[in-house]
């Protein structure tokens, strides 16, 4: 294979010069070709890139309403049908980022959802006998030919073992890896020139989709990592699904690899079939009040929940169990940003729209500094009508879609990881919906969230919060002289000279640093205090002073000696 590299800045690699020459041709004969750069064609030996028949821009011209996401949508979609599974992926993906595309353009891209075709079984039992390193038949007793499901990445099919257990097998397309891999490097070249066409394209940030959906896309290709999701998530259920409400199926880890997951088959009826599983409605209302409850402590408490609740990943098992499958996208949410969505969450059950923002701007992506003020007034207009609802009272998809605007209008982009929870929330409010369930989510999460708070204070908690502060204190106590050092002997070698001169105010400076000096020794000084309290240990009693641990007064002593120092250089700085 050839490698092409851009000189682009950073150097790019496309493995495939054909496939590149196809892709494109495709999206130069939809209206694209505008888009293409000399950089793209110019990677190419001998190629001329062809004119569309009919250019995105004279298509935008004809019509009586010029909407440029749905025109764009479309094109967009007609290539990705004929360019096949990881484009249609990629499209997928796009279908659910309301948080940057307009509502025209994510309906041209749901199209996508539906377009993926099966895989013949003959043409994936080679790749099921490889991964297992041996013939079908010494492994299962009967596999249905007939895919119960098809995906961009893998197809499911229905089997039994050979004592009669019934299974899924989830076997990854043939090829797939290796056409993903090739494909994904040309989509991040193709962006990164189509950005350079115009701010309206650099807005979008596609280059900044693509390099994170490539990224997810390493667990996706690797079934171990679905395994070992369901075996993680199991042990978080176990500390937070006390009524053992919800079921996950076994993994038979023995017979799967990174190209086959072999698991239990959960029977039972879909929530995605509303027919079947109407009757039971009156009975699943509080076990989907519990299951939600459950959710919303895996994502708070933990970080770590499934991210792709729709109704055809729940099941209502034959024991009166809700089963879950499907453990590819799980969400992860990590400490800081967990505690910035409980202060975010917290903030808005008491109208507090100021800290909200202040919250949300410690996680969000952003190039400059928004109007604080004015941004404050719009996330205040577009929330306020929504908070105390209750789902049924509360349309979530329009929710996302106000605070996104929002958003959008002061540049500020949701961090990935953050969108994810909320497409989890809007999925599990369209599961409830559908069923006809009402739930408050607000007041489920203002029971936690003040669980949580309380949780948050705790002596070990502020111990840990403690020492890691007091250890990045000492780095910068140690890295600022030295890169003032250095600064200064690069100011020297340059011969640039700098006087300054404080012409009665060098009692002020003075006061000033000492006061510095005297908070960090007193941060110290109740760091010390407060380690030696915790060494006490909690509910303890002492008769004696002579009880007290060794540890707990060493502590104190340097509490003491800091404290001291502290206020020695304070009376010093004000003489």
């Known amino acids: 294979m050839d490698l092409i590299k851009t000189g682009i800045g950073i150097t790019k690699t496309i493995r495939n010069v054909s496939r590149l020459r196809e892709i494109v041709l495709v999206f130069g004969k939809n209206g694209f070709d505008e888009f293409i750069s000399f950089n793209v064609t110019a990677a190419i030996p001998n190629f001329v890139l062809p004119k569309s028949k009919r250019s995105i821009k004279d298509e935008l011209t004809s019509e009586t309403e010029k909407d440029w996401p749905k025109v764009l949508g479309y094109r967009l979609r007609l290539c990705f049908e004929e360019l096949g599974p990881a484009f249609i992926k990629f499209g997928q993906l796009l279908s659910s980022r309301e948080d940057i595309f307009d509502p025209s353009f994510i309906e041209e891209m749901k199209i996508l959802r539906d377009k993926v075709k099966p895989v013949p079984f003959d043409e994936v039992k080679g790749k099921i006998e490889e991964s297992l390193e041996r013939p079908i038949n010494e492994v299962f007793s009967e596999i249905d030919p007939t895919p119960i499901g098809t995906a961009s990445i893998g197809v499911v099919y229905k089997g039994k073992l050979l004592d009669g257990t019934e299974v899924v097998l989830k076997v990854k397309r043939p090829e797939i890896e290796k056409m993903m891999e090739t ?48 075996t993680r998530f199991a042990k978080v259920l176990e500390r937070h699904d006390r009524g053992s409400l919800l079921y996950l199926p076994q993994m038979y880890t023995e017979y799967s690899s990174r190209d086959l997951l072999v698991m239990e088959r959960l029977k039972g009826i879909p929530f995605s079939n509303y027919e079947a599983i109407k009757p039971h409605l009156e009975d699943l209302e509080t076990k989907l009040n519990d299951g939600l409850k459950v959710f919303i402590k895996t994502f708070l408490a933990e970080g770590f929940f499934h991210a792709d609740l729709h109704g ?6 034959e024991n009166g169990k809700i089963g879950l499958i499907d453990f590819g996208l799980m969400g992860t949410l990590s400490k800081r940003g967990r505690k910035n969505f409980v202060a975010i969450i917290y903030s808005l059950i008491n109208f507090n729209y100021e800290n909200v923002v202040y919250e949300f701007l410690e996680v969000a992506e952003y190039e400059k500094i928004p109007d604080i003020d004015r941004l404050v007034s719009d996330v205040r207009d577009s929330l306020s009508p929504y908070i105390g609802l209750t789902v049924q009272q509360t349309d979530f998809s329009e929710v996302l879609k106000s605070v996104i605007g929002t958003l959008k209008r ?37 029971e936690d969230i003040h669980e949580l708070i309380q949780s948050s204070f705790t002596k070990e908690e502020l111990f840990e919060e403690g020492v890691w502060a007091a250890k990045d204190l000492i780095s910068m106590a140690r890295i600022v002289p030295r890169h003032v050092k250095w600064f200064l002997r690069d100011f020297s070698n340059k011969k640039y000279g700098l006087e300054l001169i404080l012409s009665g105010y060098e009692d002020s400076a003075r006061m000033i640093n000492a006061s510095i000096i005297f908070l960090a020794f007193t941060f110290l000084t109740c760091l010390f205090i407060g380690s030696g309290v915790y060494f006490l240990g909690s509910g303890a009693t002492f008769t004696h002073w002579s009880e007290i641990p060794t540890i707990t007064y060493i502590f104190w002593a340097f509490g003491v000696i800091s404290f001291t120092r502290g206020y020695l250089t304070l009376r010093k700085g004000s003489l």
């Open 183 to 230: 494909d994904f490097s040309i989509l991040r070249f193709l962006a990164s020139q189509a950005e350079k066409v115009g701010e309206e394209v650099k807005f979008l940030g596609v280059s900044r989709i693509v390099n994170d959906f490539s990224l997810s896309l390493v667990n996706e290709l690797n079934f171990h990592t679905e395994a070992l999701n369901c």
């Open 312 to 317: 055809g990943n729940f099941f209502l098992l």
């Open 410 to 446: 002061h540049e500020i982009f949701l961090p990935r990881e953050w969108f994810i929870v909320f497409r989890s929330l809007m999925t599990l409010d369209g599961v409830g919906r559908s069923l006809g369930q009402d739930y408050d989510l607000y007041a489920m999460m203002e």
